[in-house]
């Protein structure tokens, strides 16, 4: 039965629910149903083919606003991650309390963002070692982060050019802060994930060809790229064979439409003719649903689990 339906329900179906409430917990252990799904009168779908991770917000207006309520809906749902562009932010406790119940759900924590406040600004091209100090400082941060929500992934943005140098020096002086920050990463298994961004030509990582070669250079299991299909699409497209070009160092991906970044079908990205592929290729990472709605509302909500069923139906 659907959330929306239950609800509406009169008298009967409340007294119900209060019956079944009860005794949620033991039906969960006899039938394998979620005990969140049971509780709340909603049937838990099927996990998807792939593995979409939805983020804080995607799901609000029918799970409400807190976060860990979002976790459990966006499972009833079917999906198996999230990832958490600001979880390095949250208070520690809670961090605590958002690993714990992925766990408990058999869910993974996506990428979470290094951010020492030197991402949207030139920094680590120029070499200075202020920024390489933040850098290595905040990596140090998300090492504890990450054991706390179970992560392992985290997303690196190396700032803007340094238009003062030539390009070989910049591409020089960002590999050596990488290789400081994949130091302290590489012994806890956490992975910098390095993006390349379309959101303006200010920013040194631009494509998927160039942010291989740092990693090439960088030489550490804990410097991969994140390769967002938007973002991709809008600076070089040619998407599927770019990706199977850097494929050795692609370790998370994202999702998003272009134009407009929002849910699967609302471009013109064919979403299901690349997750076929990513699933004839043996990917089994996350795919991190960094997008917008593009309808507002539970009705908008409900719209977004509907496209990635239909794009997620690629076995036929």
Not at 176 to 187: Q, S, V
Request: aromatic content about 8%.
């Amino acid at each position: 039965m659907e959330r929306r339906t239950f609800l509406q329900q009169g008298t009967l179906a409340s007294i119900s629910a209060l019956t079944f409430g009860a005794g949620a917990a033991a039906h969960a252990a006899a039938t394998g149903t979620n005990a969140h799904a049971a509780a709340t009168g909603t049937a838990m779908a099927k996990p998807f083919n792939m593995n979409y991770a939805p983020h804080d917000g995607m799901f609000k207006n029918s799970a409400g606003d807190n976060f860990l309520d979002q976790i459990r809906f966006m499972h009833d749902q079917g999906f198996r991650g999230i990832e958490d562009n600001g979880m390095l932010k949250r208070d520690p406790a809670e961090q605590e309390k958002i690993g714990n119940l992925l766990a408990k759900l058999d869910m993974q924590m996506g990428v979470f963002v290094i951010e020492g406040g030197d991402n949207w600004k030139v920094s680590l091209a120029t070499g200075k070692q202020e920024f390489k100090d933040t850098f290595v400082k905040v990596c140090k941060s998300a090492v504890e982060t990450a054991k706390r929500c179970n992560a392992k992934w985290a997303t690196v943005v190396p700032g803007f050019f340094e238009r003062k140098l030539p390009i070989g020096i910049q591409t020089a002086n960002v590999v050596e802060a990488l290789r400081l920050g994949a130091e302290i990463l590489e012994p806890h298994g956490l992975i910098m994930v390095l993006e390349p961004l379309s959101d303006t030509p200010e920013l040194f990582l631009r494509t998927a060809d160039q942010t291989y070669e740092i990693c090439k250079a960088v030489k550490s299991p804990s410097c991969k790229i994140l390769y967002d299909i938007y973002h991709m699409q809008r600076n070089t497209g040619h998407l599927i064979p770019m990706m199977d070009m850097c494929w050795e160092e692609i370790a998370y991906i994202q999702i998003g439409d272009n134009p407009g970044r929002k849910e699967p079908g609302t471009g013109e990205i064919n979403y299901k003719n690349i997750f076929k592929h990513l699933h004839e290729k043996g990917y089994k990472g996350i795919l991190g649903m960094e997008h917008g709605n593009s309808q507002s509302g539970k009705e908008g909500e409900a719209a977004v689990i509907k496209a990635y069923r239909e794009a997620d139906d690629f076995l036929g």
